[in-house]
Nanobody, 121 residues
Framework: QVQLVESGGGLVQAGDSLRLTCTTS????????MGWFRQAPGKERELVAK???????YCADSVKGRFTIYRDNAKNTLYLQMNSLKPEDTAVYYC???????????????RGQGTQVTVSS
């Protein structure tokens, strides 16, 4: 059974940092591209960042220069380092796994339950 479990969310002030962690099990992690998505109330889920199985990364323009995605294949774990957080970063953040290097949520095979990030001004 494949499981993706996010952690590290919380309530922070603008300008603070958080590191999200996605711990996976039940899949050959090193073969999967991984992504972080977020969904704010009343908005569609959007891709924040993704990383290929070989370490190639992509970040959305809205977070470029502030967020970094990386992975530790030995620990089957995905990370999202978020710096200089803004109130507009407030959302539920999800990790997801895919055999493709995809931008669309529907192209991902597995996803976690999400962790809430709230940034106060």
């Amino acid at each position: 059974q494949v499981q993706l479990v996010e952690s590290g969310g919380g309530l922070v002030q603008a300008g603070d940092s958080l590191r999200l962690t996605c711990t996976t099990s039940g899949l050959t992690f090193s073969l999967y591209a991984m992504g972080w998505f977020r969904q704010a109330p009343g908005k569609e889920r959007e891709l924040v960042a993704k990383i290929s199985s070989t370490g190639m990364t992509y970040c959305a323009d809205s977070v470029k220069g502030r967020f970094t995605i990386y992975r530790d294949n030995a620990k089957n774990t995905l990370y999202l380092q978020m710096n200089s957080l803004k109130p507009e970063d407030t959302a539920v953040y999800y990790c997801a796994a895919t055999r493709l290097f995809a931008n669309i949520d529907s192209r991902y095979d597995y996803r976690g339950q999400g962790t809430q990030v709230t940034v106060s001004s």
